[in-house]
């Protein structure tokens, strides 16, 4: 099997996942674009207290296309002292409509082809969904940046005053927090009181994760930083993960499948060197 490939030494570099400006600045405007069509919604489909409601009937549809895909709305037919009006529902789905089927209509009676087909209590349920989930995205955004930045300023302050110790790494885990796109990685090192701890890196990301897949075989020392005030308070220096050169990223992914030597990174192969059963100290 041969592997050929460009490589981006970005991309080879093992990092800690933050919340920079560009994920604030996207998630803003995700929830701003979801508050925006949820309130039209909402707006479009409100029906005037005043007017008068009757049942229609979905005598025909009319198609929308975008992007490749076809959505439909029904139309529906009712009438008003013997005088027949068709209204198009302003909600629109990818199933096409039951032709014959009854819908609830409201009109104006002061000018009946005035009309709105009245959604369905699921229909309604789904408008208010929108703008729920662009103001829940509104109010996570600066919240997940305050944190990430804060993390950050963290960080720098345990590696320029904290206590550094060297530790050795003894697992790799799938970061399930992210749907399993990143991974974390386990250190034992002795603390300040002689005892071992396990310590558990922030999610990281990148292919550098190749450069410890086969720890097993060929120990890493990987530096820990504690506050000695608070142990709980530690960052595990992910800058010491190896650099990768092109040749070694494709013996490991070559390796990797033909299922040799690489152990996966979601478990423990039976050699994994025993880890003190010591508790890891929670990470703050």
Sequence with gaps: MNI??????????????????GSLLFLMLFGAIFTGVGVFALISNKVDPSWTRVTGEVVDSSSHRNDGSTTYSPIVQYEVNGQSYRVASSISSSSY??????????YNPVRPDQSKVVQSASTQWIIYLFPMVGVACLAIAPYAFIRSARRSNN??????SGQKLQG???????????NNSG???VVAATDPSGAVQN????SLTGIGGLAVADFRNTPIPIDVYIDPLRPQDYYVDVADIPNLTPQRIGELIK???QNKQVTPLAHRGPSTPPINPTP????T
């Design 168 to 178: 050795i790494l003894v697992d790799i885990r799938p970061d399930g927090s992210n």
């Design 4 to 21: 050929n490939f460009r490589p981006n030494m970005a991309n080879y570099k093992a990092r800690r996942q933050k919340f920079g400006i």
């Design 280 to 283: 890891p100290p929670s990470q």
């Design 255 to 257: 390796s990797a499948t």
């Design 183 to 185: 991974y974390k990685i």
């Design 97 to 106: 409509p039951r032709i014959g089927e009854k819908r609830e209509i409201a």
């Design 155 to 160: 960080i720098n302050q345990l590696m320029q």
């Design 199 to 202: 310590y558990t890196s922030d």
